[in-house]
Protein backbone atom coordinates (compact mmCIF):
# COMPACT_ATOMS: atom_id res chain seq x y z
CA UNK A 1 0.00 0.00 0.00
CA UNK A 2 1.57 3.16 -0.89
CA UNK A 3 1.02 6.39 0.94
CA UNK A 4 -0.72 9.19 -0.33
CA UNK A 5 1.49 11.73 -1.69
CA UNK A 6 2.54 14.61 0.55
CA UNK A 7 0.91 17.94 0.39
CA UNK A 8 3.20 20.55 -0.47
CA UNK A 9 2.11 23.91 0.13
CA UNK A 10 2.67 26.61 -3.11
CA UNK A 11 2.58 30.56 -2.29
CA UNK A 12 4.04 33.44 -4.62
CA UNK A 13 7.27 34.85 -4.55
CA UNK A 14 5.42 38.48 -3.84
CA UNK A 15 3.74 37.32 -0.47
CA UNK A 16 6.98 37.83 1.43
CA UNK A 17 7.47 41.02 0.12
CA UNK A 18 5.86 44.26 1.97
CA UNK A 19 2.90 46.05 0.24
CA UNK A 20 3.57 48.62 -1.01
CA UNK A 21 1.34 51.66 -0.20
CA UNK A 22 0.24 54.02 -2.46
CA UNK A 23 0.31 57.69 -1.38
CA UNK A 24 -2.35 59.16 -3.37
CA UNK A 25 -2.59 61.96 -1.18
CA UNK A 26 0.64 62.97 -0.85
CA UNK A 27 1.75 63.39 -4.56
CA UNK A 28 -1.95 65.02 -5.18
CA UNK A 29 -0.41 67.39 -2.34
CA UNK A 30 2.88 68.02 -4.17
CA UNK A 31 1.14 68.42 -7.39
CA UNK A 32 -0.93 71.34 -5.99
CA UNK A 33 -3.82 69.92 -7.36
CA UNK A 34 -7.60 70.53 -6.50
CA UNK A 35 -7.54 67.50 -3.92
CA UNK A 36 -4.19 68.32 -2.24
CA UNK A 37 -5.54 72.03 -1.82
CA UNK A 38 -8.96 69.72 -0.02
CA UNK A 39 -6.33 68.29 2.22
CA UNK A 40 -4.47 70.83 3.26
CA UNK A 41 -7.54 73.36 3.72
CA UNK A 42 -8.78 70.38 6.24
CA UNK A 43 -5.46 70.57 7.73
CA UNK A 44 -5.44 74.68 8.57
CA UNK A 45 -8.51 74.44 9.21
CA UNK A 46 -8.37 72.31 11.94
CA UNK A 47 -5.15 74.26 13.10
CA UNK A 48 -7.08 77.46 12.91
CA UNK A 49 -10.07 76.08 15.07
CA UNK A 50 -7.43 74.66 17.92
CA UNK A 51 -6.04 78.40 18.22
CA UNK A 52 -9.32 80.03 18.50
CA UNK A 53 -10.40 77.63 21.17
CA UNK A 54 -7.22 77.88 23.02
CA UNK A 55 -6.93 81.57 22.38
CA UNK A 56 -11.01 82.07 23.86
CA UNK A 57 -10.40 79.72 26.81
CA UNK A 58 -6.86 81.71 28.06
CA UNK A 59 -7.63 85.09 26.72
CA UNK A 60 -11.16 84.90 27.88
CA UNK A 61 -11.42 84.71 31.79
CA UNK A 62 -8.03 87.16 31.53
CA UNK A 63 -10.38 89.89 29.86
CA UNK A 64 -13.04 89.12 31.93
CA UNK A 65 -10.85 90.00 35.27
CA UNK A 66 -11.28 93.93 34.50
CA UNK A 67 -14.57 93.95 34.71
CA UNK A 68 -15.02 91.33 37.75
CA UNK A 69 -12.93 93.57 39.56
CA UNK A 70 -14.89 97.36 38.49
CA UNK A 71 -18.50 95.66 39.16
CA UNK A 72 -17.95 93.86 42.32
CA UNK A 73 -15.99 96.02 44.50
CA UNK A 74 -16.17 94.11 47.28
CA UNK A 75 -13.64 91.52 45.38
CA UNK A 76 -10.56 94.35 45.33
CA UNK A 77 -11.03 93.69 49.25
CA UNK A 78 -10.25 90.12 49.14
CA UNK A 79 -6.60 89.12 49.33
CA UNK A 80 -4.98 85.79 48.95
CA UNK A 81 -1.51 84.93 50.74
CA UNK A 82 -0.99 88.70 51.80
CA UNK A 83 -1.43 89.72 48.29
CA UNK A 84 -4.78 91.27 46.68
CA UNK A 85 -6.84 88.91 44.57
CA UNK A 86 -6.16 91.08 41.21
CA UNK A 87 -2.65 91.08 41.99
CA UNK A 88 -2.48 87.26 42.91
CA UNK A 89 -4.97 86.29 40.08
CA UNK A 90 -2.09 88.00 37.04
CA UNK A 91 1.08 87.41 38.90
CA UNK A 92 0.41 83.90 40.28
CA UNK A 93 -2.57 82.14 39.50
CA UNK A 94 -2.63 82.82 35.48
CA UNK A 95 0.91 81.12 34.85
CA UNK A 96 -0.17 77.13 35.92
CA UNK A 97 -3.35 78.16 33.41
CA UNK A 98 -0.91 79.10 30.53
CA UNK A 99 1.58 75.60 30.89
CA UNK A 100 -1.73 73.41 31.08
CA UNK A 101 -3.05 75.86 27.82
CA UNK A 102 0.13 75.30 26.06
CA UNK A 103 0.39 71.42 27.21
CA UNK A 104 -3.21 70.26 25.83
CA UNK A 105 -2.65 73.16 22.37
CA UNK A 106 0.76 70.99 21.64
CA UNK A 107 -1.35 67.29 22.44
CA UNK A 108 -3.75 68.27 19.92
CA UNK A 109 -1.37 69.87 17.55
CA UNK A 110 0.24 66.45 17.40
CA UNK A 111 -2.39 64.99 17.55
CA UNK A 112 -4.60 67.12 14.32
CA UNK A 113 -1.06 66.10 12.49
CA UNK A 114 -0.96 62.54 13.07
CA UNK A 115 -4.41 61.85 12.15
CA UNK A 116 -3.89 64.61 8.83
CA UNK A 117 -0.81 62.01 7.93
CA UNK A 118 -3.06 59.21 8.37
CA UNK A 119 -5.58 60.80 6.21
CA UNK A 120 -3.21 61.47 3.40
CA UNK A 121 -0.85 58.36 3.38
CA UNK A 122 -4.18 56.39 3.56
CA UNK A 123 -4.16 53.30 1.13
Known sequence: MTSPPQRVRVTSPRTSARASRPTVGTQEIDAQTRVGEVYMHSLLRTQLR????????VIGPLAAL??????S???RAVSVMGLPLAWFL?????YPVLLVAGWWY????EQAEADFVELVDRP
Open 66 to 71: PILFVV
Open 90 to 94: LAVAV
Open 50 to 57: LGLTVLAV
Open 73 to 75: PDV
Open 106 to 109: ARRA
